[in-house]
Structures are given as C-alpha cells and as structure tokens.
C-alpha cells in the first residue's frame, strides 16, 4: 500500500514538473478576462435588443388589421436587413468615424484599419457594430407602425435604408460619437438613446404619418377621431412583453463593460417600465372608466422609452418617477395627437418622440450628480434641453424632405383600392393568415 501510494506521488510529481511550462505560457491575465466578458455580454445584450424587432412586429401586427398583418412583418423583417446593410456600409462611419462635431467622414464598409483593437476601448470591431446596428434598426422601425396600412412597400424599404445610413447616424455622432453634443461645457446626457434613439424614431414616424396622410374611415366628415380596432391584442401584448425583456439588453448592455454598474441600470429600468404600465392603467381607467389593455401596454413602453436617457444617472425613486409621470404623459399624448388629425394606429409618436424627450429632459432634473433637484444647477437641463430641440428639428426636417420626395417621385401611399382590400395581398400577393383565420379575425 506504501508502494503504491509512493509511485501514484512521484507521478503526480513528473506530471506537474514537466506541465509547469505549459501552464505558465497560458496565464491569462485579469485584463484579458475583463476583455472577453465584456464582448460575450455585450453580443448577450445586442442579441436581446434584435430579440425587440419581434415584439415591435407584434405590437404593431396586434393593433393594426388581419389583412395587413403580413405587410407589417415584411417591413419589419426589412427594418432589421437592410438596416444591417446601410449601417454597415456608411452609417457606422458616419456615427463612429473620425470627422467634425456633426458627422464622420472615415471607416466607411466597416474598415478595420480605421477602428483598430483598442478604438472602442476592450470591445472588439464586430461586437460594438453587432450592438449599434440592433439601435439603427430599432430607430428605423419605430416608424412601422406609425405607417401602418396604407404605405407602398417599396417606399417604406427607401425610408428605411435612408434612416439608417444617414438621418440616424448622424444624430448618433453628436453625442456618442464624440460630436458637438457631447463636447457642450456640460454635456448631454442620453446613456441609452431616449432622444438619439427613441426620439429620432418617433419625430420620423411624425412627419411620415403627417405626410402620409390617414387611413380611409379614420375621421368623420366632422374630422373627429374614430376608432379602428387592431385585430389582436394578446399578439400586442406579447410584444410588450418581449420589448421588455429587450430592454435589459438596450439599457444595462449601453454600460458597455460587463461591470457592477448593470445590475443598477436593470434596476432602474425595470422600475420605470413597471411604473409605466401601472399608471397608465389608472390614468385611462379614471378618464374612460375602463383600463384599456392597449394603452396599458403603451405605458409600460412609455415608462422604458422614458427610463432610457437617464438609467444610469437617477436613483430608483427617480426612475420611479420617470415611468410613473411617462405612463400619464403617453395617454394624454395618443388622444391630443389623434384629435389633431395625426393617424399612429400604434401610438409611436407618442411613446417614442413624447416619452423619450420628457425622459431626456428629466435627466437634468433628477440625475444624482448634476441635476437641478439634486443642487447641480441649470446647466444639465439646459444641455438636456438643447439635445432635444436640436434633434426633434433636424430629424423632422430631414424625414419631411425624405418622405416628401418619395411622395412626389416614386409614390408614398397606395391606392385607395388596395388600402380597402388590404396591404398583404396587394403588396404581398397572399394574405398572412388563410381563410378560416382571416374571417375569425375580422369577425
């Protein structure tokens, strides 16, 4: 027994002596390991916000017609291709390269030599491109619903890929790219993209529907509002849920390290889209005496759009706060832009374009460090206030000219018989749902 115990030790012995190199060619260094957690968990998160595309999909699909259920998974399957496509080619550059105060002129197709290993600091190339796109995508189809049935397919493919390469990343050099917002003597705080993101969605979904013009039997001949039920709402609200879930990619993954602060930026977000959808309910309940299952869940969306500037930046009470006064604002936000005549079947201008630039400018009331409630003066406010001016006017601008020269050249809006008929067969050539589902729908 002796024996054995001391051959099984001498062995042991020779494995660790002739092993000894080997291990310590192979130490890994704690930067090293730093390096690879934050790639893995920010591919993690961008994987969750492309996960988003699929409930932007329902909640649009869910508050719009059966009979245009397939047009509107079409745009937003394109919303993501051609949005991975655009960005790629000339938007990444001009968000991210080396160039002036408004927009890059370097890195076009994705140069490597141009963004070099360290550019953006332990991130690879592939891994901050992976999660910027899932943002250019998610700017470009919040306009989905907003022109939803009754825009031409192939106009809303141009708009898409134009939103992408151009308008969207040229909002994203002013502040995260290191342009001039981001270089203002305090500058403005947008962690996630309430406005660079949200806000450029929303304003672009505004001059769409303005332009486009609404649907057939929105309006009375007195020009009051009706009602044009979507055709599901358990479809709506699995895409909340789903959005939901997104989030905790868009928010926490914007830290951009896999670090002790995502735990807090989930935190926050979490409580602002709770707070959301709660007062919202309330809000509608007391004002229709119902709690509209629709607008609920445009209150959740409103308090996460709202949550989005400031995540990292406010206490849990001023996340609380954010969701809760965003839940109220988007209800009241749907009604006064419906009764001014703007059809948004899906109330994207309101969550998106309202939510995200009350959540922005909040940031400069209720940030912890620099906020006016907290004694750090105007000065953030006031930065928060020029962030969202500046691209509530540029980005309607742009998407106005945009969509005006669509109008005017290869058309906007179909045919008043196709829009009857509805856009799945007309665009599409099939219906999304056979016979016995589509009559279930409509009846």
Not at 203 to 213: E, H, Q
Not at 314 to 340: E, K, P, Q
Not at 388 to 393: I, W
Request: hydrophobic letters at 55%; a negative charge; one cysteine or more.
């Amino acid at each position: 027994m002796k024996r054995r115990s001391l051959i099984i030790g001498v062995t042991a012995a020779a494995v660790l002596m002739t092993a000894a190199p080997a291990f310590a060619q192979e130490t890994v260094t704690a930067e090293a390991v730093q390096t690879t957690l934050d790639n893995i968990w920010i591919l993690v998160a961008a994987v969750l916000v492309i996960f988003m595309q699929a409930g932007f999909a329902l909640v649009e699909a869910g508050l719009t017609r059966a009979k245009n259920v397939a047009n509107i998974m079409m745009k937003n399957l394109m919303d993501f291709s051609a949005g991975v496509l655009a960005f790629g080619a000339v938007g990444f550059a001009i968000a991210f390269g080396a160039g002036n105060g408004f927009f890059g002129t370097s890195g076009w197709f994705l140069d490597p030599v141009t963004f070099p290993d360290g550019y953006f600091g332990t991130l690879s190339l592939p891994t901050f491109f992976i999660f910027q796109v899932a943002f250019a995508a998610t700017a470009a189809t919040i306009v989905s619903g907003a022109m939803a049935e009754r825009t031409r397919f192939k106009s809303y493919f141009i708009y898409s890929f134009v939103i992408t390469a151009l308008i969207y990343p040229i909002v994203v050099h002013w502040l995260w790219g290191g342009g001039w917002l981001a270089t203002l003597a305090t500058p403005m705080i947008d962690f996630a993209g309430s406005t660079i993101v949200h806000s450029v969605g929303g304003w672009a979904a505004l001059m769409g529907a303005l332009i486009l013009g609404p649907r057939i039997g929105k309006y009375d001949d007195a020009g009051r509002p009706r009602a044009i039920p979507g055709h599901s709402i358990p479809f709506a609200i699995v895409g909340v849920f789903i959005l939901f879930i997104g989030w905790f990619g868009f928010n926490p993954g914007s830290e951009l390290a896999a670090d002790a602060a995502v735990p807090a930026i989930a935190m926050t977000t979490l409580i602002a889209g709770a707070a959301g959808g709660v007062f919202a309910t309330f809000t509608i309940w007391v004002k229709t005496g119902v709690p509209d299952v629709a607008m609920a869940g445009n209150g959740v969306l409103g308090g996460l759009v709202g949550i989005t500037a400031g995540t990292a930046n406010v206490s849990n009470w001023g996340a609380f706060a954010i969701g809760a006064l965003a839940g109220i604002l988007v209800v009241f936000a749907v009604i006064v832009i419906d009764r001014l005549g703007i059809d948004d079947p899906v109330g994207a201008v309101s969550v998106h374009g309202v939510c995200g630039a009350f959540g922005t400018l909040m940031v400069g009331l209720l940030a912890t460090d620099t906020g006016l409630l907290y004694g750090g003066g105007w000065n953030q406010l006031v930065s928060q206030l020029v962030g969202v001016v500046s691209v509530f006017v540029f980005v309607t601008v742009t998407a106005g000219v945009l969509f005006t020269i669509i109008k005017v050249t290869v058309g906007l809006r179909v045919p008043p018989e196709e829009e009857l008929e509805g856009l799945d067969v007309a665009e599409h050539g099939f219906p999304g749902y056979g016979p016995d589902v589509s009559a279930l729908a409509a009846g």
